[in-house]
């Protein structure tokens, strides 16, 4: 099984809502910073949201839109996005920085048509 899991992305129309989740297994999500970048169609990677000991940060550019959360319980982040808007188009990855190891999920596509 992959160490982390991304599901929840689609198609939507501006103005709308997704929520993406990122299953982790448990040795990589206890207590490690958890986080969401994205990749736009000939754009680099970036960094979306953080999930940490240190508390939550955001990107300027989602700010007051995407909130990240996790529940350990299930060993599960997520992100929901509210307001999207065709920027905001591109593949978005989970991510774990456990004991000085990065872990990806696969990504998940979102597509917000204008």
């Known amino acids: 099984q992959a160490p982390l899991v991304e599901s929840g992305g689609g198609l939507v129309q501006a103005g709308g809502s997704l929520r993406l989740s990122c299953s982790a297994s448990g040795r990589i999500f206890n207590s490690a910073p958890m986080s969401w970048y994205r990749e736009a169609p000939g754009k680099e990677r970036e960094f979306v949201a953080r999930?940490?000991?240190?508390?939550?940060d955001y990107a300027d550019s989602v700010k007051g839109r995407f909130t990240i959360s996790r529940d350990s319980a299930k060993n599960t982040v997520y992100l929901q996005m509210n307001s999207l808007r065709a920027e905001d188009t591109g593949v978005y990855y989970c991510?774990?920085?456990?004991?000085?190891?990065?872990?990806w999920g696969q990504g998940t596509q979102v597509t917000v048509s204008s």
């Open positions: 999930h940490w000991h240190r508390g939550i």
């Open positions: 991510k774990s920085d456990f004991s000085g190891t990065e872990y």
